[in-house]
């Protein structure tokens, strides 16, 4: 049973940049949420996307965009990056049609911005 | 305000003795309670989670957690660490958006 799977694993990038990160949900599972982990902090939640629409938004500017496929996979873009965005960003798949409280994490990308 | 507070940034305890990680919430409702843990470099995996009824939950790798609604705080126990428990601990609270506390970081002496 393929857990949730996200690329690319690292990633630099420059101040002003785009960058465009990936994830596959868990097997079976509807939703996709994305978060943010600074070096040092727990994760911040970023959004979250079921039947391709944005559900619920955390507190992150309009930088921060997303999208999901039909096929529940999901990206997570970044516009005019920060060196503040530098973090782990972590995506984390449920099944919300079954309450979808319980989230299930795959290994992040690393970004660093210079 | 909805938050967690992971009171211990950094806990040492000897191989073989006994682990109680702290985690206190503010949540306007009854919450779901999660605990995660952290390999370095690595996502997070989930440990056990806590919805309703019997307010011990037990987990994998041999934790548990008990909620205490009177003191809002759901404490991670274990009570014998494994040299390869050292890892990063994360308390969360949340349904569909999880709130995270800090994080505690394990060190386990040998």
């Known amino acids: 049973d393929a857990g949730v799977t996200q690329s690319p694993t690292h990633l630099i990038k420059t101040r002003g940049q785009q960058v465009t990160l990936r994830c596959s949900p868990k097997s079976g599972h509807d939703t996709v949420s994305w978060y943010q982990q600074a070096l040092g902090q727990g994760p911040q939640f970023i959004f979250q996307?079921?039947?391709?629409?944005?559900?619920q938004r955390g507190n992150f500017p309009d930088r921060f965009s997303g999208h999901q496929f039909p096929n529940y996979s999901s990206e997570l873009n970044v516009n005019a990056l920060l060196l503040g965005d530098s973090a782990l960003y972590l995506c984390a798949s449920s099944l919300r049609r079954l309450g979808g409280e319980t989230q299930y994490f795959g290994p992040g990308t690393r970004l660093l911005v210079l | 305000a909805q938050s967690v507070t992971q009171p211990d940034i950094h806990i040492t305890v000897s191989e073989g003795a006994s682990l109680e990680l702290r985690c206190n919430y503010s949540y306007g409702a009854t919450p779901y309670l999660f605990w995660y843990v952290q390999s370095p470099g690595q996502g997070l995996q989930l440990l056990l989670k806590?919805?309703?009824?019997?307010?011990l939950v037990q987990g994998i790798k041999g934790f548990e957690a008990e909620f205490k609604r009177s003191q809002s705080s759901f404490n991670l126990r274990k009570p014998s660490v494994h040299w390869s428990d050292a890892a990063e601990y994360f308390c969360?609270?949340?349904?569909?958006?999880?709130?995270f506390g800090t994080g505690t970081r394990l060190k386990v002496l040998a």
């Open positions: 996307y079921y039947e391709e629409e944005e559900r």
């Open positions: 806590y919805f309703s009824g019997d307010t």
């Open positions: 969360a609270v949340g349904t569909y958006k999880y709130i």
